[in-house]
């Protein structure tokens, strides 16, 4: 499913595209993961053109000389990441009355639980109460181990949107969240990686079927992206590539077969993903 530009960027892109009410963020650069035919490449992406570059984001931002039409190409999830981190309770709005940890309450993800931009959220056999989760997700750049958080900016790529999806049901009753947090699709990024973006300056939006079930201010993250690089590499060598969700904000629901659900950030795009039953339900 290829992402059109109604689908894609809100913000720098979107603006130098000439979408009306838009604002251009100086200094901020989008990349962008994408297939056409059998080949895979980084790009970096202005407006509804993608020029390729000679390596990845995380090694050289050089163009090639070539462009190509963003209609031309399928968005990927912007990076392969090595590992997948998120973080748990990092919002006032969804503590519902518990104590706030006094440290980043940190989990894994499996990587095969990204999913591409456009492509479907499957709702695993079984499952009764699978939910959406919008998420402020940082993108490692660099080997990071035993940083403060003082340096800890100089160690982060960027940002983009996720989906940390979770079945409820299973989240409360397995001993671990490996299926409750961690099945296939449960986990889609993208569209873009943002690089020079103020995210204080940001809000996250999630809709479903266009109505805005979750809205915040990046800024009200208890802990920030600073906080939580350092915390980690205290205890887990971060790698360039590496992805951090960052928490959800408010409240969350189920979602059901035939749902459109959105994640937005401001000056990093729209994720939008279908959602779908699995076909062994």
Same mark, same amino acid.
């Given at each position: 499913m290829a992402i059109t530009r109604r689908h894609l960027l809100a913000g720098a892109a979107l603006a130098s595209a000439g979408i009306p009410g838009l604002r251009a963020e100086s200094g901020v650069k989008h990349y962008v993961r994408y297939r056409q035919g059998r080949d895979r490449a980084f790009g970096e992406l202005e407006g509804d053109t993608v020029y390729p570059l000679e390596g990845s984001p995380l090694q050289t931002r050089t163009r090639t000389g070539a462009k190509l039409a963003l209609s031309d190409v399928n968005l990927l999830f912007p990076i392969p990441a090595p590992k997948v981190f998120a973080v748990g309770l990092n919002y006032k709005s969804h503590l519902a009355g518990s104590e706030a940890p006094k440290n980043p309450e940190i989990f894994f993800k499996p990587t095969t639980s990204l999913? !591409?931009? /456009?492509?479907? =959220? =499957? *709702?695993?056999? /079984?499952?009764?109460?699978? !939910? %959406?989760?919008?998420? %402020? @997700? =940082? @993108? @490692? /750049?660099?080997?990071?181990?035993?940083?403060?958080?003082? #340096?800890?900016? #100089?160690? *982060?790529? /960027?940002?983009?949107c996720g989906n940390d999806v979770s079945e409820r049901d299973w989240q409360g009753g397995d001993l671990q969240w490996w299926r409750g947090k961690g099945c296939d699709t449960f986990g889609p990024i993208g569209p873009s990686i943002a690089v020079g973006l103020d995210y204080m300056d940001s809000e996250i939006t999630l809709r479903l079927n266009g109505e805005v079930k979750q809205q915040q201010k990046i800024s009200d993250l208890l802990f920030k992206p600073e906080k939580i690089v350092s915390f980690i590499s205290t205890y887990v060598t971060l790698q360039p590539g590496d992805v951090i969700f960052t928490g959800t904000p408010g409240s969350t629901s189920a979602m059901k077969h035939g749902d459109i659900c959105e994640v937005e950030v401001s000056g990093i795009g729209i994720l939008k993903n279908p959602v779908r039953r699995s076909r062994n339900a």
């Open positions: 999913q !591409h931009p /456009g492509a479907p =959220i =499957i *709702i695993p056999p /079984g499952s009764k109460n699978t !939910h %959406f989760e919008a998420e %402020f @997700v =940082i @993108v @490692v /750049g660099k080997r990071a181990k035993g940083v403060s958080e003082s #340096d800890a900016a #100089d160690y *982060i790529l /960027g940002y983009t």
